[in-house]
């Protein structure tokens, strides 16, 4: 097994599982920036044909970075067309936490609606999807800048909404950047003036920054929120839910001492920490057709009572044939999720368990 961590970073000094970490950036793969190189340089027809052969390859991280990019050119070249869309339905459906939820975004109507107005936010995004950050960032904020004078100046709905959406997407490339703590800022305040779907988006941004910089009980207050945000009912569209479900879940999970989680246990009847983790990925995994990421049926399926772990094994495989980075953070969770399943009481589930770490190749925690 080809394992990015250590039984020594898994477990803290007491034997304890560490919570997991910040989702890391998935950056470029050479091969998708080759592509990439000929669309920059004017090759139009050699990107689209080398980036095609990667993205139609296999459900992996590089065919799903490839699939980006050609929504990156389609929309560069065709704007929002039938062709993008196409491409970004591929990659919601994949297993990237950072490109996922864009997708899942670009392909909303609330996003066509925001992003019109006197700003050619478009021609940013395409930018940052065909590999340009920095003219990207640059673009966003010069954007931003402009939009928020002539929101004071002209207190235009069109204007409102597209530098709200600017700020949400400067955000992002910032995190892309390596600038996160800079995408707080724009990130909080995209969160507060939007509702639904991109509030979700933008508070699953936000979850993220304020995990990374240490701010764990405020890290939990937005992902809640933001959570209610994605269900469809609230969000009008489909495929955010797993997404935030996800990093709610996993936030809970490694830090059960917050005060998010010791309420419900206090003030609801029946209330556990296992039942408030649990919560984020069942409720998630009642929705979506458009994004399925596989983490979710882990944290879902690895709770019931028994001891058929088959389905968590099916979410591995998908997971281990995307991306090393994504099977060990599966390994991760299932080993932080481990304190709330294991019951001593339940001997077959208990030898299940321990057959699973074995298979994993994970320590046995305290």
Not at 87 to 98: F, I, M, N, S, T
Not at 110 to 138: K, N, S, V
Not at 176 to 197: F, I, N
Request: glycine residues 8%; contains cysteine.
């Amino acid at each position: 097994m080809n394992r990015l961590q250590t039984d020594h970073a898994l477990l803290d000094t007491n034997g304890f599982p560490l919570p997991l970490p910040p989702d890391p950036l998935s950056p470029i793969p050479g091969e998708v920036e080759l592509g990439l190189t000929a669309y920059r340089a004017g090759d139009v027809a050699q990107a689209r044909a080398s980036l095609g052969t990667i993205a139609e390859s296999g459900r992996t991280a590089v065919s799903g970075h490839a699939a980006m990019a050609l929504a990156g050119v389609e929309l560069s070249e065709n704007g929002l067309s039938a062709g993008c869309e196409t491409w970004l339905e591929q990659v919601a459906a994949g297993e990237d936490p950072w490109l996922g939820p864009l997708a899942v975004v670009m392909l909303s109507a609330d996003f066509e609606e925001y992003i019109a107005g006197p700003e050619p936010l478009l021609d940013h995004l395409a930018g940052q999807l065909t590999g340009d950050l920095a003219a990207a960032r640059e673009g966003f904020e010069r954007s931003l800048a402009r939009l928020e004078e002539a929101w004071e100046n002209e207190s235009d709905d069109t204007v409102l909404e597209q530098r709200d959406i600017a700020r949400l997407l400067l955000g992002n490339v910032l995190i892309q950047s390596g600038d996160s703590s800079a995408a707080l800022e724009p990130l909080s305040s995209a969160r507060s003036h939007c509702d639904g779907l991109l509030a979700a988006y933008a508070g699953h941004l936000e979850g993220h920054v304020l995990i990374d910089l240490g701010k764990n009980e405020r890290a939990s207050e937005v992902l809640s929120y933001t959570f209610g945000e994605s269900l469809p009912a609230n969000s009008r569209a489909d495929g955010m839910t797993r997404w935030v479900g996800i990093r709610f879940g996993e936030h809970l999970a490694g830090h059960p001492w917050m005060d998010i989680v010791t309420d419900q246990v206090e003030d609801v009847p029946a209330a556990t920490e296992g039942t408030v983790v649990r919560d984020p990925f069942e409720t998630a995994c009642q929705f979506e057709a458009l994004s399925r990421p596989a983490l979710a049926d882990i944290g879902l399926h690895l709770f019931p009572a028994g001891a058929d772990f088959e389905p968590v094994h099916a979410a591995l495989e998908r997971l281990k044939a995307w991306s090393d980075e994504r099977n060990d953070r599966a390994r991760r969770l299932i080993l932080v999720l481990h304190q709330y399943v294991d019951d001593w009481r339940d001997e077959e589930k208990t030898r299940a368990l321990a057959e699973l770490r074995k298979q994993l190749g994970l320590p046995n925690p305290r």
